[in-house]
Antibody, heavy 119, light 108 residues
């Protein structure tokens, strides 16, 4: 069965960086794009970008360009999301989500990783 | 950027009732719209994609309809496990993956 297992909670100071991992299993890792979505406390969902695990190509919305880096390790079927220059507004649960084959929505999600930014 | 507007913000219904949630987009997205369910402390769950296609394992009481800028998610008979927050998402226009602000379905 498809599983996306994310790394644990992190506490970071403003200005620092955080790197969250998402390990995939139960399917061919390189066949499906992976996305990152975040959710601030009590708020809605915000898309942060995608990575093609096959070639490593990425696409980020303008809001996060220059601050987010997505990468992958095909040997361990793991994708990573690194967010730099953290500020308090980046406090959120970060989810990885697999793209549906043939449709740009998300059928499997990780359990979420809470990142808290606090001085 | 496409603006997504979900209504109502909160819908109170009794179990067994029919319920309809709305999602409106500021520009046409054709049928490139999905619906997700999210319960407290859980990840979102895909219910409907391409406006009307149920995802794998989703009960038939959930149905989606619409095209262009107006979409609905309908529950033929709300069950106790359906009380949650529901989000729509468009994936037709850049930035491709815009979400609505959510509708909370609560017990009346």
């Amino acid at each position: 069965q498809v599983q996306l297992v994310q790394s644990g909670a992190e506490v970071k100071k403003p200005g620092a960086s955080v790197k969250v991992s998402c390990k995939a299993s139960g399917y061919t890792f390189t066949n499906y794009y992976m996305h990152w979505v975040r959710q601030a406390p009590g708020q809605g969902l915000e898309w942060m970008g995608l990575i093609n695990p096959s070639g490593g190509g990425t696409d980020y919305p303008r809001k996060f360009q220059g601050r987010v880096t997505m990468s992958r390790d095909t040997s361990t079927s793991t994708v990573y999301m690194e967010l730099s220059s953290l500020r308090s507004e980046d406090t959120a649960v970060y989810f990885c989500a697999r793209e549906v084959d043939g449709s740009n929505c998300f059928d499997y999600w990780g359990q979420g990783s809470l990142v808290t930014v606090s001085s | 950027e496409i603006v997504m507007t979900q209504s109502p913000a909160t819908l109170s219904v009794s179990p067994g009732e029919r319920a309809t949630l709305s999602c409106r987009t500021s520009q046409s997205v054709s049928v490139k719209l999905a619906w997700y369910q999210q319960k407290p402390g859980q990840s979102p769950r895909l219910l409907i994609y391409d406006a009307s296609t149920r995802a794998t394992g989703i009960p038939a009481r959930f149905s989606g309809s619409g095209s262009g800028t107006e979409f609905t998610l309908t529950f033929s008979s709300v069950q106790s496990e359906d009380f949650a927050v529901y989000y729509c998402q468009q994936y037709n226009k850049w930035p491709l993956y815009t979400f609505g602000q959510g509708t909370k379905l609560e017990i009346k």
